[in-house]
């Protein structure tokens, strides 16, 4: 059973920055495509960031130039670095499997709260 865990979220001012990460157990981590979705309260989950097995990577056009995804495969591991950090990117981040299905469990996401 494979198992995401996200970490580093808090509280940041607008413009700040945050660099969060998602550890993934169980799995050949490597093979997949992975991405960043985030919830904000009364919103639909909305993919931000992802990135294939092969390097590809891809961004919302909310935070294209903004937030750099990248991933460690010989640490199981996957980051989000957001810089000039917005209110609306307020949100609980979750990480997951991109463009395969069905999706692993989901984690408990990281709480990324931006405001003054």
Do not use: H
Not at 66 to 89: G, H, V
């Amino acid at each position: 059973q494979v198992q995401l865990v996200e970490s580093g979220g808090g509280l940041v001012q607008p413009g700040g920055s945050l660099r969060l990460s998602c550890a993934a157990s169980g799995s050949i981590f490597s093979i997949y495509g992975m991405g960043w979705d985030r919830q904000a309260p009364g919103k639909q989950r909305e993919l931000v960031a992802s990135i294939t097995s092969g390097g590809s990577i891809k961004y919302a056009d909310s935070v294209k130039g903004r937030f750099t995804i990248s991933r460690d495969n010989a640490k199981n591991t996957m980051y989000l670095q957001m810089n000039s950090l917005k209110p609306e990117d307020t949100a609980v981040y979750y990480c997951n499997l991109f463009l395969t299905t069905p999706r692993w469990p989901w984690g408990q996401g990281t709480q990324v709260t931006v405001s003054s």
